[in-house]
């Protein structure tokens, strides 16, 4: 599936070691949307449940960063059932990545519980991984 063109600039994760792609604006590092790579490769979509002790301990902000890192797309957000909710599309190989990422979590999560399911690309989140609002 082709993708439109994504917005051109979007705030990179590592603020205190910006990557070689990153430049400064201010006090916040940019990082330099290339996505003419991923575009032209066929994205797959993945959605991930986790449980386990996966609230309040930094599990989102990890997931936005090593999905930032992985340069896939989509959100992490929290559900009120207590679980951690992730949508993610990239390549294969890199959901394969971000499925591993999971199931370590952060330094103080304690993940019990990873369920995969397969979803359909979402052209809204095209070019970016957000943290949403908790559902």
Do not use: W
Not at 53 to 71: I, M, N, T
Not at 97 to 115: F, H, I, K, T
Request: net charge positive; proline share 4%.
């Amino acid at each position: 599936m082709q993708l439109r063109r994504p917005r051109p600039l979007a705030y990179c994760q590592c603020n205190a070691n910006p990557r070689a792609d990153c430049r400064r604006e201010g006090n916040r590092a940019i990082l330099s949307a290339d996505f003419s790579g991923t575009v032209n490769q066929e994205l797959h979509a993945r959605r991930f449940f986790v449980t386990g002790r996966v609230q309040g301990v930094g599990y989102r902000g990890f997931v936005e960063h090593v999905a930032g890192k992985l340069g896939l797309h989509g959100y992490v957000r929290n559900c009120r059932d207590g679980r951690v909710e992730v949508f993610a599309m990239g390549t294969p190989e890199r959901l394969g990545q971000l499925r591993v990422a999971l199931e370590r979590g952060p330094m103080m999560s304690d993940v019990d519980g990873l369920n995969e399911e397969p979803d359909v690309v979402d052209t809204r989140y095209a070019g970016i991984f957000t943290i949403e609002i908790t559902i």
